[in-house]
């Protein structure tokens, strides 16, 4: 009870962290403080196959797969805020209320039986005991929730999938294509330039500096942009170094020193 206690309000404010979070690296932080301490919680109750499980495979695989996708993909602020369907976000919050009023009421009204020590339910070892309940006296919701996630996971496939409806660009065509939009538009047919480049930091939210001292927009993701996280504060600096530059190649500020013309 008193690990319950202890954690309990770690998770409640980890959990808003990961609903209030900007940033998705803060956002897999907090969820990772969710998963750590429900571990925590399996092993105080009893459970070390479920504490490893817990540990291994969704906060050392799930939740890390789930980071690299939000890093490597984005999220586009104008896509995700944009509610589609007039009334939808109201729709859904009724709908997942009535859902887990229903399934409280569902579970409480058909979990029956005493309940049994820790000893008695991992008698056989904890392993043993789960096997037993999960392939036994729960089998039919265990095999509903398998085809729920094959299904889910072959729906996201079908989702993910696109049909090439053209043929498939060679490097040549592709070049030849950059070089057109470059006479026509002119649109430099290199690379992107990449954030950092002649600026102080090297981060993917900090733009790039052209030679004048402004910065590049082109270098930064527009999913960054459209969160509004792109570093700022470059002009005090560039108009400090500037000056600095000024001084250094006026004759007359550096002529009553030592080594100073006599």
């Not at 490893?52 to 695989?61: F, K, L, P």
């Not at 996971?153 to 079908?158: E, K, P, Y």
Request: proline letters at 5%.
């Amino acid at each position: 009870m008193t690990t319950f206690w202890l954690l309990a309000p770690i998770m409640v404010i980890a959990a808003l962290g990961l609903l209030f979070a900007r940033k998705a690296v803060h956002a897999a932080l907090a969820l990772a403080v969710v998963m750590i301490s429900l571990a925590i919680l399996y092993a105080a109750q009893g459970a070390p196959f479920l504490f490893a499980v817990q540990i291994i495979v969704y906060t050392g695989a799930i939740m890390m797969l789930f980071l690299f996708v939000l890093m490597l993909v984005g999220v586009e602020t104008s896509e995700a805020v944009r509610e589609t369907i007039s009334g939808q976000r109201l729709a859904a919050i009724v709908i997942g209320l009535l859902f887990g009023v229903t399934a409280v009421l569902a579970i409480g009204q058909t979990v029956t039986g005493t309940v049994v020590g820790l000893d008695r339910a991992n008698a056989n070892g904890n392993p043993y005991g789960l096997a037993d309940l999960l392939f036994g006296k729960y089998v039919l919701a265990f095999e509903f929730t398998s085809a729920l996630l094959i299904t889910a996971a072959l729906g996201a496939m079908v989702l993910a999938h696109k049909e090439r409806l053209t043929k498939r660009q060679t490097q040549a065509d592709i070049a030849a294509r950059r070089m057109r939009e470059y006479a026509e538009t002119g649109r430099h047919p290199g690379n992107a330039p990449t954030p950092g480049v002649f600026a102080r930091h090297n981060a993917v939210d900090t733009p790039a500096l052209l030679p004048d001292g402004t910065p590049l927009d082109a270098s930064v993701s527009p999913s960054i942009a459209e969160r509004g996280q792109v570093r700022s504060g470059f002009s005090d600096d560039v108009a400090r170094t500037a000056d600095q530059l000024e001084h250094e190649d006026d004759p007359d500020s550096s002529g009553s020193g030592l080594g100073g013309p006599k």
